[in-house]
């Protein structure tokens, strides 16, 4: 099937568009379970920071950022592409959505598993030839296997948010976060928290929580059956595109930490990250906006409905945005507070992350027309422009700067893209004729 064969096949499906109170009620779900995983992780990623300190702290954020960067072997893309055909066709034709759950299933054990593989094998020349000083190759192999569970884990939640089945996710969420906390408290308790520990459960975490999410998804969707890739060439028409723009995506989301801790100590590194982890904390609210807002933009294709998404996007980001304002005013005790005076210069690095966040949470959503748009041309444009932003940028400012620096450079690019977002949203929406 050619791709403009298939695009009009897209259009003439019938668009199953949600209430418009159907994405509240999903962001309710989510951020609810979020919420209690944000309550059951926050201990115990105080105490991971206490325990290790800046320098541990540092090379445990490395090494969990080269492993995240090797997962774009794992993922390659498909995961866009199974959501927006899964929930396209789940509605007016179960089993072809189900043939493409079990093509993502297969393709994904694939490609997880040898994204692993090649974690494994490369350890020890990706940690002597960039990071010598940091001593990570034994930390890098361990780690590696995580991208196996993590693989099987993500089919788990595709499927789900492609159902907009949101109590289940949250619920896998939290009990991810509860299984964590409690082997965490374990460790602690016996002694026996440290970077060896830590990454072991990176992979035995995630591989429990798929084992008890089969429970959760429909057996036609996970019960392999030949031929194993029968909608490959359906998903590849989609990914070979955002392939590309997930590339881009995982290096710009690792660059920072990737080049920080090639001109800086892993100390250095360890604040970067308090900063960091400080701000992820928010993404309870992110997560829950860009998990229900995918499904349903992939559900829509006219461009009336389209132009109402932007608009009821942007007005609920914008007033999310506002109960995040106070932590600009004390952001910087809370640093102290919660992670200890040995972090205290992580607060300049704080705030420009702060104001990055912001910028995120109210322009991804909005990108996601461009997916019933069929424009993953332009998505993997729009990632590569903010990639080759974000590389040149960092190397100007991070060597110099340091940590600041390496936070300005997050900031900047997040202006980059959300103006690229919504020049093309312009472009396709408002400046053709409906």
């Excluded at 210069?345 to 909005?366: K, M, Q, R, S, T």
């Excluded at 100007?396 to 900047?412: D, E, K, M, Y």
Aim: proline residues 4%; charged residues 10%.
């Amino acid at each position: 099937m050619t791709w403009q064969a298939l695009r009009v096949r897209l259009r003439a499906q019938p668009v199953f568009a949600l209430p418009a109170s159907s994405q509240l009620r999903g962001v309710a779900f989510l951020v609810g379970g979020n919420v209690l995983k944000l309550a059951l992780g926050f201990g115990t990623s105080i105490l991971i920071f206490r325990v290790l300190g800046p320098s541990d702290a540092g090379r445990l954020t490395l090494t969990l950022s080269v492993v995240g960067l090797l997962s774009i072997i794992g993922e390659f893309g498909l995961r866009d592409a199974a959501v927006n055909y899964i929930a396209r066709w789940l509605p007016t034709a179960p089993e072809r959505a189900a043939g493409i759950a079990r093509t993502f299933l297969a393709s994904k054990i694939f490609l997880s598993a040898l994204a692993s593989t090649v974690g494994i094998l490369g350890a020890g020349w990706i940690a002597a030839s960039f990071y010598p000083q940091d001593k990570i190759g034994d930390l890098l192999a361990l780690a590696a296997f995580s991208l196996f569970a993590d693989g099987l884990l993500a089919f788990a939640v595709v499927v789900l948010e492609a159902q907009q089945k949101f109590a289940a996710i949250s619920l896998l969420g939290v009990l991810q976060a509860a299984v964590r906390a409690a082997l965490v408290a374990m460790l602690f308790l016996a002694h026996q928290v440290n970077l060896y520990t830590l990454l072991a459960l990176e992979s035995i975490v995630p591989l429990s929580i798929f084992i008890y999410s089969l429970r959760l998804i429909p057996r036609a969707f996970y019960r392999l059956r030949f031929p194993l890739f029968e909608h490959l060439a359906l998903l590849w028409h989609f990914t070979k595109w955002i392939a590309l723009a997930a590339l881009a995506s995982a290096i710009f989301l690792k660059l920072d930490v990737l080049i920080l801790s090639f001109y800086r100590t892993p100390a250095e590194v360890g604040l970067y990250a308090a900063a960091f982890a400080l701000v992820g904390k928010l993404d309870v609210v992110k997560n829950a906006v860009l998990t229900t807002a995918f499904p349903e933009a992939c559900r829509r294709s006219e461009t009336g409905a389209l132009r109402q998404y932007v608009t009821r996007s942007l007005r609920f980001t914008g007033l999310a945005s506002l109960a995040f304002l106070p932590l600009f005013v004390i952001g910087g005790y809370l640093i102290e507070l919660i992670y200890g005076v040995a972090y205290r210069g992580a607060i300049i690095a704080l705030y420009p992350l702060l104001a990055a966040y912001l910028i995120g949470l109210n322009a991804e959503p909005v990108a996601y027309v461009l997916y019933p748009l069929n424009q993953p041309r332009w998505i993997a444009a729009s990632d590569l422009m903010q990639l080759a932003f974000n590389v040149v940028v960092n190397l100007a400012l991070i060597p110099r700067f340091g940590i600041i620096g390496a936070a300005g450079g997050v900031l900047l690019t997040r202006v980059v893209a959300a103006s690229i977002t919504f020049i093309l949203v312009r472009r396709f929406l408002w400046s053709k004729a409906a």
